[in-house]
Structure formats: structure tokens, C-alpha cells
């Protein structure tokens, strides 16, 4: 094939492309449009649903109430951190450090007029510096009262006016199956509310420091810490404190500590600097039904008094090893762990009553409660 006739095919071809390219680029990408009829009115009129409205309605107003009193907390200090060692410092044999900072993320809840704050113990505990945001976005310094590593309670103040408080409700009251709101930061989202009940009641926490706590199923997370447990009437009935998981996340199972106690313990450091719990000085142990029939005690209610300590109340009442508690202060003695609690829950100072079997006979004697010395007091966790 000659060259003209060469260059003129190359020509066509060229040509054909471009137009296919040209089509391809300008083709018609008009269509018709989808019919689409939006839905402009719910099924249900609010009349139909008269009580779901109220319902709702409720729940936003008690929230509206709650959430002014609820803080984030957050708390810091500065530690030493190793920093990686060079070869010249390992010839040497010297260590290297530096300042970093460390921080502890939880919430709390205005209890007072005054600005003191129920958070928990473990969001403070070793911290140098404590803030506190309002939800109207102050970011102020808060001192901290006191705390009790054992409740896990801790008490701090804010110098702040134009506050709101809540007030502390009676948990003795809560029923299983009772709703409940969780309000507090969990990871920092400030302000967060989920709704649950109450599980259960008289729950022991894991580290066997005789500290009842309040199980429900409101979702709590890192950073719920120290937030309270309210009920429909914005009352605290409780702090939430710790999860039960096995990742890390909520898994459905959330404890906080009752108010009752955290009113007893609040109480005491800020009249005392410090919680104060009573002692009697006994050693105590279930009664089981075998201990029961060898002890001459009808039931196994009760606690049996395996040892009485040098000097203490019990000592000085005329207890001895082997008697079985059957009454304290006016009420039965269910088990080991109630009688606790309601020893430690006693003013310092109370003369108490007691019913006990001895050889298979009752007997009445009153004893003073102390307070539990320092030595003895539940190491912090």
C-alpha cells in the first residue's frame, strides 16, 4: 500500500475514534424520573398514644431537671516516665526519665448549695489537680473534702454560685425492677443518660471490703464513674462506681453504691475530715445448719462469734468465742454481712443491745461502739 493511500486510511480511523470517544462523552444520560411520594404524617395521632405521650414527656422533664446538677471531673498529676536509653547511658549505667502527665477521667454530682460534689474515690485517688465542667461549660478548680477508699466515695467542694443541687434519696426504699437513669461522661461524651432498673440488691463488691452495692442494667461505661443513680423523682439512690465485664465495655451488669451510704460517709467527712465506721471487735462467721444443731440455735439466722479482740466493745460486754448473735440492736440478725453493715452504719459512741445463745440460752448484754481503729481499716484498693 502506497503512502497516501496509507495516510488516508490512518485518517479514518483517527476520525471514527474521536467521534466514538466524542458520542461517548456527550451521550444522552437523560432518563425519566422516579416516581416518589413521601409519607407527610405519622399513622398514629399523640391522642392515640395518649399515655406514651405522658410518658415520654415525663422522662424529658425529670432529665431536664437532673442533668444541671451532673460534672465531669477531671482529675491529673505529674509522674516520672522512663524514656529509651541510648547506648552511651547503658555504658554508663544511668537511667533517664521524664515529666508526663497523668489524668483520671469520671463524673460527679452536686449534693449542696455550698458546691460540694459525691464523686468517686478511684477518679481521685493520687491526683495533685481536680477540675470540674458544669454543663454550662464552667471549667473550675475542685478541692477535695475527703474520700474513703473502701466505699469508694469521695467528697469535693467548687466555689461556685448559680448551682444546682440534688438531694440524696432513701435506697433502703428502691425495689427490685425499679427504673433508674445513669447520668454521667462515659469516654467524655459529657452528659449522658441511659435508662435501666434495678437488678438486685445487697450486692457484696469483689474485693470483700463488706460494702453492699445496688446492681442494675442502665448502660455504664468508663467515665460513668462518680455520676449518680437517680429515681423518677430526680432523687440519688445511688453513685455509680464499677462494672461487671469482660471486655472492658458495658456488658449489662452496673453497680453503684447506695445513697443511704453515701450519705453516712459523706456525712462523717465533712464533719470529720474523714469516714468513721463503727467496731465492736469480734470475729464473725455463718451459722450453718450443722453449726446451728452443735450451738443449740433453733435456725441458722444469726452470726457466731469466733473471736473477741483485746479491749474491745465486745470484750468489755462480756462476749466470748461461740456465741451466736441473734439480735442487734432491736433487729434479727440475718447473716454475717447485714450485721456488718449495720455496725458499721452505727454513731460512734451508741450503747447497743444485743441478743445472744450461749449453751443453748438466751442472753441480753449492751455494748458501746467505737470507732474502728486505723490499723484495721480495709486497705485502699
Known sequence: MNQPRRLFLFLIIGTLVGYFWWRLDHRDVTRAPEKFTPVEAPKLNLEDVKVLAAIDSEYTKLIESVVPSVVSITSSRTVLQQVPLTIEDLLLGRQRAQK????????GVIVSKEGHIISNHHVIAGMTEIRAQLPDGRNVAARLIGSDPTTDIAVLKIEEKNIEALPLGDSDDLRVGQQIFAIGNPYGLDETVTRGVVSAKGRRTANDSGVEVLQHDAAVNPGNSGGPLVNIRGQIVGINS?????????????????????????????????AVRGWLGVGLQAVTPRLAQSFGVPDTRGAIITEIMRGSPAELAGLQPGDVLRKFNGNDVGDVMSLRKQIAGLEIGAKVEVVIMRGGREAKTTLEVVEVPPELLQPER
Open 242 to 274: 464499677s462494672i461487671y465485664s469482660r471486655t472492658g465495655g458495658f456488658q449489662g451488669i452496673s453497680f453503684a453504691i447506695p445513697a443511704n451510704t453515701v450519705r453516712r460517709v459523706m456525712d462523717a467527712i465533712i464533719s470529720r475530715g474523714r
Open 100 to 107: 508526663a502527665k497523668s489524668t483520671s477521667l469520671g463524673s
